[in-house]
């Protein structure tokens, strides 16, 4: 079923859906219940959601902001910003020099540098997971100040679904899943031209654009749910 026409990008919250548009970047809330979309803001250089949260950096990164939930009233909560990454709870953020990476206590207000720069970070619904400067090695945070654990080996990107960290190989392309209980690396599946995860479900496009492709759960074992698509 369609719900909306010409799209730049799509965010979720646990309830909501935004999207922006392909032209001007202005971004947009989805009234499922009425099938109605609302302009909430202008454009921004990058947007992500907590479970109940929508943050955006403005185009030019001097600033990060926390729409209220009302009209397209947002409310500054940074300075400067390179990237944002959320877990169901938290927002994380960048500078813009250096790349250091720090933690945004709400009830606060605060910021609290968590960590130095990497490649890349993305996170589950509880943990933080980072690749270093080199791509020699990915990192989950503790939690605790600025200490980090390393879980992986060399990684070329992350991917997160709900509770999971999937990484791919920087020789092969393969992709493969964490196993934090057992703290075990399976490959899942060979190398994509891209792959992305919803809460639940992991999927990757083919190599050459050909199709979409969904992983079943089962190491290998993935089926087509769609494609061609424009490389």
């Given at each position: 079923m369609?719900?909306?026409?010409r799209t730049?990008?799509?965010?979720?919250?646990?309830r909501?859906?935004?999207?922006?548009?392909?032209?001007?970047g202005?971004?947009?809330?989805?009234?499922?219940?009425?099938?109605?979309?609302?302009?909430?803001?202008?454009?921004?250089?990058?947007?992500?959601?907590t479970?109940g949260?929508l943050?955006?950096?403005?185009?030019?990164?001097?600033?990060?902001?926390?729409?209220?939930?009302?009209?397209?009233?947002?409310?500054?909560?940074?300075?400067?910003?390179?990237?944002?990454?959320?877990?169901a709870?938290?927002?994380?953020?960048?500078?813009?020099?250096?790349?250091d990476?720090?933690?945004?206590?709400?009830?606060?207000?605060?910021?609290?540098?968590i960590?130095?720069?990497?490649?890349?970070?993305?996170a589950?619904?509880?943990?933080?997971?980072?690749?270093s400067?080199d791509?020699?090695?990915?990192?989950e945070?503790?939690g605790?100040?600025?200490?980090?654990?390393?879980?992986?080996?060399?990684?070329a990107?992350?991917?997160?679904?709900?509770?999971?960290?999937?990484?791919?190989?920087?020789?092969?392309g393969?992709i493969?899943?964490?196993?934090?209980a057992r703290?075990?690396?399976?490959?899942?599946?060979?190398?994509?031209?891209?792959?992305?995860?919803?809460?639940?479900?992991?999927?990757?496009?083919?190599?050459?654009?050909?199709?979409?492709?969904?992983?079943?759960?089962t190491?290998?074992?993935?089926f087509?749910?769609?494609?061609?698509?424009?490389?």
């Open positions: 369609k719900v909306r026409g730049g990008g799509i965010y979720t919250s646990a909501t859906l935004y999207a922006t548009d392909v032209r001007g202005d971004i947009h809330a989805y009234d499922r219940a009425r099938g109605k979309w609302a302009r909430i803001g202008g454009p921004g250089a990058e947007f992500a959601a479970d949260r943050y955006g950096i403005s185009p030019d990164r001097s600033a990060l902001y926390e729409y209220t939930g009302e009209g397209d009233r947002w409310v500054k909560v940074r300075s400067r910003t390179g990237g944002i990454y959320t877990s709870r938290t927002l994380y953020a960048t500078d813009v020099r250096g790349g990476i720090h933690a945004y206590d709400r009830a606060r207000g605060k910021w609290a540098r960590g130095g720069p990497g490649a890349e970070f993305a589950t619904n509880e943990r933080l997971y980072g690749i400067p791509r020699s090695a990915v990192y945070y503790t605790k100040a600025a200490d980090w654990i390393k879980v992986g080996g060399p990684a990107h992350l991917y997160t679904s709900g509770n999971t960290l999937y990484a791919t190989d920087p020789r092969s393969d493969h899943q964490y196993h934090r703290t075990a690396w399976t490959r899942v599946g060979g190398p994509g031209a891209d792959f992305a995860a919803t809460r639940d479900r992991l999927y990757g496009a083919s190599p050459d654009h050909s199709g979409v492709y969904a992983y079943t759960g190491p290998g074992h993935w087509r749910i769609g494609g061609p698509l424009a490389p």
